[in-house]
């Protein structure tokens, strides 16, 4: 079936850099996004979602991309701090409010 | 708000024995749902339900997981009986309308 799935699997970054995270999606019908923040020991934590009818969303240090036409997703992370370090997931939903697939995940490692 | 309360947050138990986790959604919320996440299968969906009723249970590996949610703040994902393979970390998420997904801390099972 058609599923979500990322580009690298890690990423290693200098503090202060920016963090550019990808993820590729199949499933054209894909209407609404989510990145997932997750620490070791813990559940994946909300960071910022996109509908389909934008391509750009901001929030605080965090900025997502989508590019529909490529079917391809990016959290861009401004000036990385040590506490970034984590697995981001990028999850896709085709129907509101419900079934989310979610991808592999990409670990995310910050020098010092 | 506590957020999504799981327990118990570590389990450690003998092949064939009965298995129940536990979870307590976030007030209000009117969706469910039972994730599990392994190193090999990432996290994948088992069951949601909303307003207490099971929508879709297509994720649940086999007859020998069963999921129940006899009320708003509480539900129950049971084992029975449990086998080796089923190790793995067991996230509860509820949600409301707007879709954002709020994980626990997750339940940490091991089946020797």
């Known amino acids: 079936g058609e599923s979500v799935g990322l580009h690298l699997p890690t990423l290693s970054v200098q503090e202060g850099d920016n963090s550019i995270i990808n993820c590729a999606y199949s499933n054209s019908a894909s209407d609404y996004f989510i990145w997932y923040k997750q620490e070791s020991g813990k559940g994946p934590q909300f960071i910022i979602d996109i509908r389909s009818n934008m391509d750009k969303r901001q929030g605080q240090r965090v900025t997502v991309l989508l590019n529909k036409t490529v079917k391809h997703l990016s959290l861009q992370i401004a000036a990385t701090q040590p506490g970034d370090s984590a697995v981001y997931f990028c999850?896709?939903?085709?129907?509101?409010?419900?079934?989310?697939?979610f991808g592999p995940g990409t670990r995310l490692s910050v020098l010092p | 708000d506590a957020g999504v309360i799981q327990s118990p947050r570590h389990e450690v138990t003998e092949m064939g024995q009965e298995v129940t986790l536990r979870c307590k959604p976030i007030?209000?919320?009117?969706?469910l749902f039972w994730y599990r996440q392994t190193m090999m299968r990432g996290l994948e969906l088992l069951i949601y339900?909303?307003?207490?009723?099971?929508?879709?249970d297509s994720g649940m590996p086999e007859d020998r997981f069963s999921a129940k949610m006899p009320n708003a703040s509480f539900s129950t994902l049971k084992i029975q009986p449990s086998e080796p393979r089923d190790s793995a970390v067991y996230f509860c998420?509820?949600?409301?309308?707007?879709?954002?997904?709020?994980f626990g801390p997750g339940t940490r099972l091991l089946v020797l």
């Open positions: 007030s209000g919320h009117d969706y």
């Open positions: 339900f909303n307003n207490n009723v099971p929508i879709d």
């Open positions: 998420a509820s949600s409301g309308q707007q879709e954002t997904q709020y």
């Open positions: 999850a896709e939903n085709q129907v509101y409010g419900q079934n989310f697939v």
